[in-house]
C-alpha cells in the first residue's frame, strides 16, 4: 500500500513576492499610463507615484520599491539629478530612466549617473513591463542597437582616464609648461613666466612629450580640451 500523503500546510505557503514599482513623471496621464502598463502585469505591483526629483526621493526611501520609472525630464529636481542622488545615498532601489530622447548620446549619462536602463517614451507600451523585469534582476536594459555607442563611449573615458593618471604625474613644473604650450604660448614667454631660460623650457616639452605620447601643438590642445584644462575659446596663437 503506497505511504499517505503528508497533510496539507497552509501557513507554509506564501503568496509570491511582487515586483515593486515607483513611478516618477510631472505628468498626470504619462502616470496613469504607466501605472495602468504595469498593473494589469503578473508580479508587478505599482506601490507609489511622484511628480518630480525631491519627491521620487522621499517616496523611495520610505517604500523601498525594487524598482523606480524615473522621468528624466521633471520639472523640479529632474530625474538626471535625482537619480545621481539616490546613488549617492546608496539607495537599492534600481532606476529605469524614461526619457524623450532616441538619441543613443542620451544613454552615456543616463548610466554614468546610476540608472540601470532607459526606455523612450513612444516605445514604453512595448518594452517598458521588459525593462522593468530586467532592472530589477540586475540586469542592464539597453536598446541593441545602443550597444555599439555605449562600448565607444566607455572605450572613449578609458581612454581619458589613462591620460589623466599620466597627466597628474608630471611633476608641478611639467604641467604648468603643458597648460602654457596648450595655450598656444612659445618657449620664451613660458620662460619669462616660469623664470627660466626658453631652453629649459624646450627641455620640459621633450620629457612632457614622451611621457604623454605628445607630438604637436594640437595634442596639446586635444588632451588639455579632454581633460578638461582649457576652455574651447582658452587657446591662443604662440607668440
Known amino acids: 500500500m503506497s505511504p499517505p500523503l503528508p497533510p496539507s500546510d497552509h501557513a507554509s505557503i506564501r503568496p509570491a513576492r511582487h515586483l515593486t514599482v515607483v513611478i516618477a513623471d510631472d505628468h498626470d496621464v504619462v502616470r496613469l499610463g504607466l501605472r495602468a502598463l504595469l498593473d494589469t502585469a503578473e508580479g508587478v505591483k505599482v506601490i507609489g507615484?511622484?511628480?518630480?526629483?525631491?519627491?521620487?526621493?522621499?517616496?523611495?526611501?520610505?517604500?523601498?520599491?525594487?524598482?523606480?520609472?524615473?522621468?528624466?525630464?521633471?520639472?523640479?529636481?529632474?530625474?538626471?539629478?535625482?537619480?545621481?542622488?539616490?546613488?549617492?545615498?546608496?539607495?537599492?532601489?534600481?532606476?529605469?530612466?524614461?526619457?524623450?530622447?532616441?538619441?543613443?548620446?542620451?544613454?552615456?549619462?543616463?548610466?554614468?549617473?546610476?540608472?540601470?536602463?532607459?526606455?523612450?517614451?513612444?516605445?514604453?507600451?512595448?518594452?517598458?513591463?521588459?525593462?522593468?523585469?530586467?532592472?530589477?534582476?540586475?540586469?542592464?536594459?539597453?536598446?541593441?542597437?545602443?550597444?555599439?555607442?555605449?562600448?565607444?563611449?566607455?572605450?572613449?573615458?578609458?581612454a581619458v582616464d589613462e591620460a589623466r593618471q599620466r597627466f597628474e604625474a608630471l611633476s608641478e613644473r611639467e604641467r604648468a609648461v603643458f597648460l602654457l604650450l596648450a595655450r598656444g604660448h612659445g618657449s620664451t614667454m613660458i620662460g619669462d613666466h616660469l623664470h627660466i631660460s626658453a631652453k629649459t623650457v624646450d627641455t620640459y616639452r621633450r620629457r612632457i612629450n614622451d611621457k604623454l605620447h605628445l607630438n604637436d601643438r594640437a595634442d596639446y590642445v586635444k588632451l588639455a580640451l579632454s581633460l578638461k584644462l582649457l576652455d574651447a575659446g582658452e587657446s591662443c596663437p604662440s607668440d
Open 49 to 158: 507615484e511622484a511628480r518630480n526629483g525631491h519627491e521620487a526621493i522621499q517616496l523611495i526611501e520610505a517604500v523601498q520599491p525594487d524598482v523606480v520609472v524615473m522621468d528624466i525630464s521633471m520639472t523640479g529636481m529632474d530625474g538626471l539629478s535625482a537619480t545621481r542622488e539616490l546613488a549617492r545615498r546608496q539607495v537599492a532601489t534600481r532606476v529605469l530612466a524614461l526619457t524623450m530622447h532616441e538619441e543613443d548620446t542620451y544613454l552615456v549619462p543616463l548610466l554614468e549617473a546610476g540608472a540601470m536602463g532607459y526606455v523612450v517614451k513612444s516605445a514604453a507600451s512595448s518594452l517598458l513591463l521588459d525593462a522593468v523585469r530586467t532592472v530589477a534582476s540586475g540586469r542592464r536594459f539597453v536598446r541593441p542597437e545602443a550597444a555599439e555607442v555605449l562600448a565607444e563611449a566607455f572605450a572613449r573615458r578609458a
